[in-house]
């Protein structure tokens, strides 16, 4: 299974379509909510897009649950949960669904961690990146409890730093 995650792109569309193109192989493309648009953009048929606290009035959900290959993926934006302080309440969450695959944005830092058989991607933002001058998005792969995650930059160069190998328990 190939994921592609992006959040907080905060307006732009062409940017979206075009790293959709680039990864026309995944077998899903999220979005993890403040994309500032209308769900008849082009741009967004796509993802499967949750809202930001920055997508007022869109008719987005608040989360989105996907079962994959075996594994349960939950996508929301994270400013619900607090996740600009700590991962803790959506920890919680994650486990109420279910889910062992948690994507989330609102914080803006691209990030992945394993924490108690959750694996957890923050893709960045694609506009306004916090803690680091790259534009990221994310891909996961997963082969059987095996996973990697990606980081790329707007350009689709590899953001080596942000790499994250490793087993599901």
Request: aromatic share 8%; charged share 25%; glycine share 6%.
């Amino acid at each position: 299974m190939r994921a592609l995650i992006v959040s907080d792109s905060h307006g732009l569309e062409q940017e979206l379509l075009t790293i959709f193109e680039r990864h026309q192989d995944v077998d899903a493309a999220f979005h993890c909510g403040d994309s500032q648009l209308t769900r008849d953009i082009e741009s967004l048929y796509p993802y499967r897009v949750v809202r930001g606290n920055c997508d007022y009035g869109h008719d987005f959900p608040e989360e989105v649950v996907s079962e994959m290959d075996g594994h349960t993926i939950l996508c929301v934006h994270g400013h619900r949960q607090d996740v600009k302080y700590s991962l803790d309440v959506l920890q919680h969450h994650a486990k109420e669904k279910q889910a062992d695959i948690v994507l989330y944005g609102h914080s803006h830092v691209a990030k992945a961690e394993y924490r108690d058989g959750v694996l957890f991607i923050n893709p960045g933002s694609i506009r306004m990146p916090r803690h680091r001058p790259d534009k990221t998005y994310a891909i996961l792969e997963v082969d059987q409890n095996r996973y990697s995650v990606d980081f790329l930059n707007v350009n689709g160069d590899p953001v080596n730093a942000l790499h994250l190998d490793g087993t599901f328990l």
